[in-house]
């Protein structure tokens, strides 16, 4: 753009001297690229080309004739006023002169003196330019707010741009001190520039001024930062185009200033262009950086940290509300249903149907129990005068539930919503009250109404919140993504307090789901709320949520895993396979462990870690632990055919142990396949047990008394699970490959630790998920007894087990 608009405006005056310098600039560009030019001397013709021509243009205007004080009102200060132009045209005149003969001596210097002469041009051009620009008319100052907010927008934008310099700027034969200081300087010039040139008066004389200062001292940063002996080549030409079209535009921009009436309108600001070019030259470069062999230093680090901090606090600022709004701000902005009602009066209420039909089930109820969702009017008798057309109208006081069930307060929300101003900003928060106890409907009104009032009293006043009756509340805020998560800590925090209605004191547990206003439609960002809301309480509430798009694919597998799921049983579909576990002192193998497989049809193979969970929260995990008892046990009394003396481990959940019936079930299928009850083992996992101890100590103390074999899983040697070693009655202790690494003294003398207590104790020790020779060679130098993994034998068909069983002769008797 600065360099297009030196062409413009042909109507004020012909640009033909402009066209011919640029012309023969671009011709001694490229012969220098081509060779038979040095560098420097392009430099040196160049940058007298273009100070010649500006400095004659800034000539004119800073002898021109002074406009008459009548014109202005008479007076002293008009006439200091109407010279103010003059005066300014004549200091950047001499700027612009002194950057042209900086330019020209440099060839003419020796190697050693060039960086001394161009930095000496660098501070008398800086100087005359900071003079010139501070005596140019200025407008009158914006509000603090706006001035603040545009010194964040330069500096989050001039970090990244001294990132970018610092990470191309040359390294040999520059000391670092020196190298940071040119970063700096081209960063911020680069920044201001990219500030000036997009924003609202772009056009206007002084800002064409300001960015044509900034060129040619970025021209001239350039000049003293880069190579000036023989090895700078071609490396001076970068140099060229911003010092030429700095002071051509430093020109333009003064005559902007002198004629009369320049006063253009303001234009929209460019946003894009303040995103996309810090960020992506910090991309390339970096890039560049990396394809070189060099890695980011520890000042690229702080440099790429700084940026953050104007980041936040220009969000902040975007984000608090104005303290007044301009008239053709008020005449346009949407009242907020909730300000323009008293403070008194009831909120109103709107319905969005809940999704939790699609949720798993819970052994509390929530909220969302209702079937029918209704919108209940609001109780403000008299709009307010001031409400804008676009304004969501109240229900009329006659509706009731029967009239207008849920469909009638979901479209009210999605009204609310189609009616924020755009472009877009804020966020939606849908908020779920999950109670701990079973109200009456009418506790649950006074819960929901309660919970109306405290959202109120933590929201800003130009925030709207919605009542959906039975499920819990929604928020439409204007604040950006920093502060609308806030928000939702705050909702969290006022939501979980108990609630006192009707004299009983409940007990909440709520989940915040958030989107992005500028996602979509009012549709799909109420969906994506609502999807955030429900990834929440399934991770176990009291937290807040955002939504992107990998959260819905996770979603919709979820919903998938629900709904096909039940039935797998029946229809076949569950398999397991088989991982030996040997011996690490003779590697034979001793025993398998049975891992559950679902072979859908619909998602392909699911495993344990992505299955168990669903099945618990649908409560058929005792469902599938019968089908993997019987059948791993049926596969034992196989392999059991000719006096082969096996264990086989089967993983049981914390839910299926503590169930009254798993230790005579157990025995019973033993009995039925002539399975020895030794020869199972249960394995429970250490990081569940803690909940349910007491419970989990008498299932295994009777299991150990029928003879069958416990362990404990994933067990993590913390000093808690160090002491409840004792409390449990296995038989067999599993470790992990963090400790079984052998990697450093600490590892191996955690290891150590561990299976010093487990002999003392009388457990075994089995290092599982082995996946090297350097984990198993650490794990029975550290005395595991047993080991299984991938290193060595990989789970495998009941099939492929028994040929690799075959080879091992040892293993029959």
């Known amino acids: 753009m600065p360099v297009t608009s030196v062409f413009r405006a042909a109507v004020y005056r012909p640009i033909l001297p402009e066209t011919c310098v640029l012309a023969v600039v671009a011709v001694l560009v490229a012969i220098g690229v081509t060779g038979p030019v040095p560098a420097l001397a392009v430099v040196a013709l160049a940058g007298a080309a273009g100070s010649t021509l500006a400095g004659v243009r800034l000539s004119r205007l800073a002898i021109g004739p002074d406009v008459p004080a009548a014109d202005l009102g008479g007076g002293r200060l008009a006439r200091r006023r109407a010279a103010r132009p003059r005066r300014a045209a004549a200091l950047l005149h001499a700027a612009v002169v002194t950057a042209g003969l900086t330019a020209a001596v440099l060839p003419l210097a020796s190697a050693g003196y060039r960086p001394a002469a161009a930095a000496t041009g660098l501070a008398g051009t800086a100087a005359l330019l900071g003079a010139g620009l501070f005596s140019l008319p200025r407008r009158p100052p914006a509000p603090a707010r706006v001035r603040l907010r545009r010194l964040l927008d330069g500096a989050v934008a001039g970090l990244c741009l001294v990132l970018v310099a610092w990470l191309l700027l040359p390294y040999a034969g520059v000391p670092p001190p020196g190298r940071l200081a040119a970063a700096a300087a081209i960063g911020l010039l680069a920044g201001d520039l990219l500030t000036v040139a997009t924003g609202p008066h772009r056009n206007a004389g002084p800002a064409r001024c300001r960015v044509g200062a900034a060129l040619a001292l970025l021209a001239l940063v350039l000049l003293a930062a880069l190579p000036a002996g023989p090895t700078a080549g071609r490396v001076p030409l970068l140099a060229v185009p911003p010092l030429v079209v700095g002071v051509l535009l430093t020109a333009d921009g003064v005559r902007r200033v002198v ?271 609502d999807l955030a809301r429900r990834r929440a309480a399934q991770l176990g509430r009291d937290r807040v949520e955002w939504y992107d798009a990998y959260l819905e694919e996770q979603l919709v597998r979820r919903l998938e895993l629900e709904r096909e799921l039940p039935g797998a049983v029946a229809r076949g579909e569950l398999d397991l396979v088989y991982q030996p576990v040997l011996g690490l002192a003779d590697r034979w193998p001793v025993g398998t462990e049975a891992l559950l497989r679902w072979r859908s049809p619909v998602l392909g193979t699911v495993f344990p870690a992505e299955l168990l969970p669903v099945a618990e929260d649908l409560d058929i995990v005792g469902e599938l632990g019968t089908w993997v008892l019987d059948r791993a046990c049926r596969q034992l009394a196989d392999w059991s055919v000719g006096g082969r003396r096996l264990w086989m481990a089967i993983n049981v959940s914390i839910r299926e142990l503590t169930s009254p019936d798993f230790v005579p079930r157990t025995v019973a299928v033993l009995d039925a396949y002539g399975v020895g009850p030794d020869q199972l083992v249960v394995e429970v996992s250490e990081p569940r047990v803690g909940a349910e101890l007491p419970t989990v100590v008498a299932r295994l103390a009777g299991l150990r008394s029928m003879g069958i074999r416990t362990a404990l899983d994933d067990f993590r040697a913390e000093h808690a699970s160090l002491a409840q070693l004792r409390r449990l009655p296995i038989d067999l202790l599993k470790v992990g490959p963090e400790l079984a690494a052998a990697s450093g003294g600490e590892h191996r003398s955690l290891l150590d630790v561990v299976v010093t207590v487990a002999e003392r104790i009388g457990l075994e020790v089995v290092a599982e998920e082995l996946e090297s020779a350097h984990q198993v060679d650490g794990a029975y130098r550290a005395g595991c007894r047993y080991g299984q993994g991938f290193e060595l034998a990989r789970p495998a068909t009941a099939e492929r087990v028994e040929a690799y069983f075959e080879e091992f002769p040892s293993t029959s008797r």
């Not at 460019?270 to 070019?277: A, D, E, H, I």
């Not at 560049?288 to 060099?294: E, F, K, N, P, Y």
């Not at 109103?348 to 949720?359: E, I």
């Not at 701990?436 to 009293?457: F, H, S, Y």
């Open 259 to 529: 004629q009369a009436g320049d006063d253009p309108s303001r234009s929209a600001t460019l946003v894009w262009p303040r995103t996309l070019v810090p960020a992506g030259g910090v991309v390339l470069a970096t890039v560049h950086q990396l394809q070189a062999g060099l890695l980011p230093d520890r000042v690229a680090v702080l440099l790429a940290l700084a940026a953050v901090p104007p980041l936040v606090a220009r969000e902040l600022i975007s984000a608090a509300p104005e303290t007044a709004l301009s008239p053709a701000a008020s005449s346009s902005a949407t009242p907020s249903p909730v300000a323009a009602s008293p403070p008194s009066s009831t909120p109103s209420l709107s319905a969005t149907p809940s999704p939790s039909a699609a949720s798993p089930p819970s052994s509390t109820p929530s909220l969302s129990a209702t079937p029918s969702l209704s919108a209940t009017p609001s109780l403000s008798a008299t709009p307010s005068p001031s409400a804008a057309p676009s304004q969501v109208a109240p229900m009329p006081a006659s509706a009731t539930t029967a009239d207008h069930p849920g469909p009638a307060g979901r479209a009210a929300l999605l009204r609310a919503l189609a009616a924020r101003p755009s472009p877009l900003a804020g966020a939606l928060l849908v908020v779920d009250l999950h109670l701990t106890e079973l109200p009456g409907i009418a506790v649950r009104d006074d819960v929901a109404a309660e919970a109306v009032r405290r959202a109120r009293a933590v929201v800003a006043a130009d925030d709207e919140v919605f009542d959906l009756a039975g499920s819990g509340l929604a928020v439409i805020t204007g604040a950006g993504p920093v502060l609308a998560y806030a928000l939702g800590a705050r909702l969290l925090t006022a939501l979980d307090r108990p609630y006192e209605v009707s004299g009983a004191v409940l007990r909440s547990r709520a989940s915040v789901g958030l989107a992005e206003l500028a996602n979509g439609p009012p549709e799909d960002v109420l969906r994506q709320a």
